[in-house]
Each structure stands twice: as C-alpha cells, then as structure tokens.
C-alpha cells in the first residue's frame, strides 16, 4: 500500500522552503527559459574564491585527503578557526571548544536541536534572516520577535531584548550585520544585551556571518572577546562569504565544550565531517593572506554608495543606509500602493514576472514593506537591474 501525504512527520509541516532559495529557483527557471533575469536574490559574493584557497584543494586531491576526518573537523582546521578569531577579535577559544560543520546554516541548526526543548522561546529581532524561524520552528521550539525600529536603523537594543524575557526563554539570536537590513549593533549595545542575558542564564546566540562587512567606523567585533562572555555565548561563524566560499560549505561554532561536545553527537549521526578537501582550503583561507577579504569589502562598498542613493530616487522608495553585510532593504510602501499592490510578496513577484528583476519579498524576514536585494552582485548588473526597477515602479517601458 502506498503511504499517504499524512505519513510525512508532524515537525516538516513546521517549516517551508526558504523563501531566498524559492526566488532564486524561479529566476533560474526563467533563465533556462532564456529569459534575462537581474538576480539580486541571492545572498553570494560575485567574486571567485581566492586562488591560494582553490589551490590548498586542488592540492588535498592530489594528495589522496579524500578520506574521513573526524566528525567536527581535523585538529588542523579546528585550531586555524581558534586562532583566526583570537587574532580578529581577540578571543581564547581552544579544540574542544570548536566544531567545524556544513556551512553556517548547520551550526545553527544544529544549536537550536541541541538547545532547544519543546515551548522553550527563542527571542529573534526583525527583520531576521528566513532560516531562523525554521529551525526553531523545527525543534519545536517558540521564535519570540522583537520589532525594530526602521527609522533608528533597524537596531535592536537591551531594553527591547529584556522586555520579551520570560521563564521559558533559552536563547537570544542576534546577527550583526544583519541579514537582511544590514544594521549593526553597537559593540556597548552588545555588552548590555549580553549582561541581560548571562545574568539570567539565556544563551547568547551571535551569528558572526557578515562580521568583517562593515562600512562605519564599526571594527568586527565578537561578544565572545568579553570578559567572562565564554561561558554564556554561542558563536555561530561562516567561512562563505568572507572568503567567496558559498559553494564550500563550512561553518563553525565556537562555544562551551558541553554545547560544542552536543553539536558533535548530533552530527556524528547526521553529516559526519564536513568534506575533507573543503577543510583544507579552509585551513589556507583562515591561515593564508587576508587581503581579499579587503578588496571584496571595497568593492561592497562602492556598490553601496551606487545602490542606496539610487533607491532612495526611486518615487515611494526609502532606504536606510545598510551599516554592513551585502544587502539594500527599500522599503517600498508608497510605490506598492501607486501600483495598486498589498504585499511586498506581490510585489517582487510582479518585478520578476514583468521587468525580470529578482529580489526576496520582507515578508520572508518579518516585515511587509520591504524588498532585499543583494549588492553582490557587478555595477553592470546593479545599473540595469536598478533601471529595470526604477522603470517597473513608475510603470516606464524600458
Ligand atoms: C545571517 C546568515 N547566517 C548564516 C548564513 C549561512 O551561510 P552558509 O550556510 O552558506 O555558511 C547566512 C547565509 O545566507 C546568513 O545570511
């Protein structure tokens, strides 16, 4: 007998597939349907990884490294992501506080399987990164939002955090840069939230993703550098898109060896190691020259002071300025209603089907005013995906 739809287990009716990863299927879509898409859909550096990266694999082939490593990593790539946060932010993470996993979605993932009982409540500030919702949805666990303010840059503060504490709280979820509205959090506004939340025994979950994009005078700062902060931070790190590495797939997670030792046990039945000759480059990534990741946050910049002063011409468009990561968030109220549109998911649908631009409806990230589009993407493609869009909104033909 076949088993009905009804077999699939309770917990996958929990989560939907990744709004970021939907749009960028259907623009795929329309370009194998020869259709010229502008994607901004995605959040993935345009650049290549660095050559000396690509080399350190090609060398691990060579070599026969095609075996099974441990489970969380080899000493070798474990101690390189120890001392490249020691020497970025000044940390004293050893092995047995580190595992190296399938990307940063992984870590994530895993953390909220680890941590998370069933009703326990996960304080996450919105605008989020989509996969957040998920994987505590997944473990059964309660996402608690805290709104944000656009007009103060998206930021979220201690105040805003303690007031949505309650006795079922495990884990605040902050990542600075965000994805999607680019605000950063004070490295003074971090110390509060932290004291807030160690003093009440939460987890501090900090999501490092997008720690060296800053374009303030902000320097990349980890909460795990304060005194004390060990104990009662989470670090959730990824090497995709400081080193161009989206396709590589390694992450990590620095944290108490009670946390980092469940990690391990979760993922000793789930991946095992991260892929063998991925580590290796990671290991050059971390340890190798560094300039790169310079000129890759150059070259966000300059595309960012195109982007936003762009947008903000556009006829019902506002913009705060991203402080960091890759991503503009317009927030496209007042030209939904001249167009006659109720929801941004509306919305970018439209822009794809009509004018061929690809962006992420805010409803993916919380809020309902919005769009994201990535700026990693080349000036070529920005120029005439911003004019698609500038046209799409005053109803031009191009
Ligand atoms: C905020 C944030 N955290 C973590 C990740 C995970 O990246 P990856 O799984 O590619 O390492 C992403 C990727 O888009 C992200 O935007």
Redesign the pocket.
């Known amino acids: 007998m076949t088993p009905t739809l009804s077999a699939l287990a309770e917990r996958v009716s929990l989560i939907s597939v990744s709004s970021?990863v939907k749009v960028a299927a259907e623009a795929g879509r329309l370009k194998r349907e020869g259709v010229d898409v502008t994607d901004f859909s995605a959040?993935?550096p345009d650049f290549p990884t660095p050559d000396n990266i690509k080399q350190a694999a090609i060398q691990a082939l060579a070599d026969n490294f095609t075996k099974y490593t441990p489970v969380d990593g080899t000493i070798d790539l474990k101690r390189a992501i120890c001392d490249r946060h020691s020497t970025d932010f000044g940390t004293s993470y050893g092995p047995n506080e580190c595992v190296a996993t399938?990307?940063?979605?992984?870590i994530?993932f895993n953390l909220m399987q680890v941590l998370v009982n069933p009703g326990d409540e996960v304080i996450i500030p919105v605008p989020y990164?989509v996969?957040y919702k998920d994987v505590v949805n997944f473990a059964y666990g309660k996402c608690i939002f805290v709104d944000t303010d656009e007009s103060n840059g998206f930021a979220v503060s201690a105040e805003m955090i303690e007031k949505h504490i309650t006795p079922r709280t495990k884990a605040v979820l902050i990542?600075s840069p965000?994805?999607p509205s680019g605000a950063v959090l004070s490295d003074d506004e971090f110390r509060r939230i932290l004291a807030v939340t160690a003093s009440r025994g939460i987890w501090l979950i900090t999501?490092e993703?997008?720690s060296h994009f800053l374009y303030g005078d902000a320097k990349p700062y980890s909460i795990a550098s304060e005194k004390g902060a060990k104990e009662a931070v989470i670090v959730?790190g990824?090497?995709?898109?400081t080193y161009a590495m989206?396709g590589w797939?390694?992450?990590d997670g620095l944290g108490p060896k009670a946390v980092i030792d469940g990690v391990i046990k979760l993922q000793s039945h789930m991946t095992s190691n991260p892929t063998s000759i991925a580590q290796k480059g990671a290991i050059e990534a971390l340890r190798g020259p560094q300039e790169s990741v310079q000129q890759m946050l150059a070259e966000y910049r300059r595309r960012r002071e195109f982007v936003i002063p762009r947008l903000r011409q556009m006829p019902g468009v506002s913009c705060q300025n991203p402080m960091g990561?890759f991503y503009a968030y317009p927030n496209v109220r007042g030209a939904m209603s001249n167009l006659g549109i109720s929801s941004s998911l509306e919305f970018a649908e439209r822009l794809l089907k009509e004018a061929h631009v690809a962006t992420v409806p805010g409803e993916a990230f919380g809020t309902e005013d919005h769009v994201r589009m990535s700026y990693a993407a080349s000036m070529k493609e920005l120029e005439r995906g911003l004019d698609r869009l500038d046209n799409f909104i005053q109803q031009k033909k191009a």
């Open positions: 970021t959040g993935e399938v990307g940063g979605k992984h994530i990164w996969t990542n965000s994805n999501d993703c997008y959730a990824s090497l995709s898109k989206t797939r390694i992450g990561a």
